[in-house]
């Protein structure tokens, strides 16, 4: 079955504190891997997508990488805007649907 | 630029009342079109999706259904509440992009409480 396990559930960092969040997967045939920001009671906003190994993207504080078994979310020199949870979805070959994780909810203490 | 709402943004409706959500997208032709309730503090649960009009693929078995009356407009509905349907729903679309992937947009959701 497929999967996607990320860790921690929750992180609570100083402002300036860098860190990385994790996403793991187990999938047959990856197709890419998104990363999606969620603010309370707002709707996911899209950050990333990687598709192959060794892919990298960045975004202001941001950066994105990916392995054949996980990505990891860096987060360099964070403030308190950057506080929100943080999801991973992956895609499969021949699907068009996402399979989620259940996010890292990252508090940034200013 | 491609812009998604939902309608209404808050609802509070009784155990064993109907219910009907819409999305609507703009800015965008012939887009997959998703359905996705995430129970507080936990993950996205895709509960339909639709890759043109009157096609809907359905998730996971429950009271609620879907329906695409046209290319862009996607709704939720339920004949009879269950306590359990409260939640956030979320409505999403999709193109597809490179390496066949699907990059997924999400609508600013509906918060659901059934009473």
């Known amino acids: 079955e497929d999967q996607v396990t990320q860790s921690p559930e929750a992180l609570r960092l100083q402002e300036g504190e860098s860190s990385s969040l994790n996403c793991s997967y187990t999938?047959?045939?990856?197709?890419?891997l998104f990363w999606y920001r969620q603010d309370p009671g707002k709707g996911p906003e899209f950050l990333f997508t990687l598709y192959s190994a060794g892919e990298e993207k960045e975004k202001e504080r941001l950066k994105a990488t990916l392995t054949k078994k996980e990505s990891f979310l860096h987060i360099t020199a964070p403030k308190p805007e950057d506080s929100a949870t943080y999801l991973c979805?992956?895609?499969?070959?021949?699907?068009?649907?996402?399979?989620f994780g259940q996010g890292t909810r990252l508090t940034i203490n200013p | 630029s491609q812009t998604i709402h939902q309608w209404p943004a808050t609802l509070v409706q009784p155990v064993g009342s109907p219910l009907s959500l819409e999305c609507t997208v703009e800015?965008?032709?012939?887009?997959?079109l998703y359905w996705y309730r995430q129970a507080a503090g936990r993950g996205l649960q895709l509960l339909f999706y639709?890759?043109?009009?009157?096609?809907i693929s359905s998730e996971v078995p429950q009271n609620l259904s879907a329906s695409r009356p046209q290319d862009r407009q996607f709704i939720l509905s339920s004949k009879k509440l269950l306590l359990s349907d409260s939640g956030f729903y979320l409505c999403a679309w999709s193109v597809l992009g490179g390496h066949g992937s699907q990059t997924q947009y999400f609508g600013p959701g509906t918060r659901l409480l059934v009473l």
């Open positions: 979805a992956v895609t499969i070959q021949g699907a068009q649907k996402l399979v």
């Open positions: 800015g965008t032709s012939n887009p997959n």
């Open positions: 999938v047959s045939g990856l197709r890419g």
């Open positions: 639709s890759v043109g009009i009157g096609q």
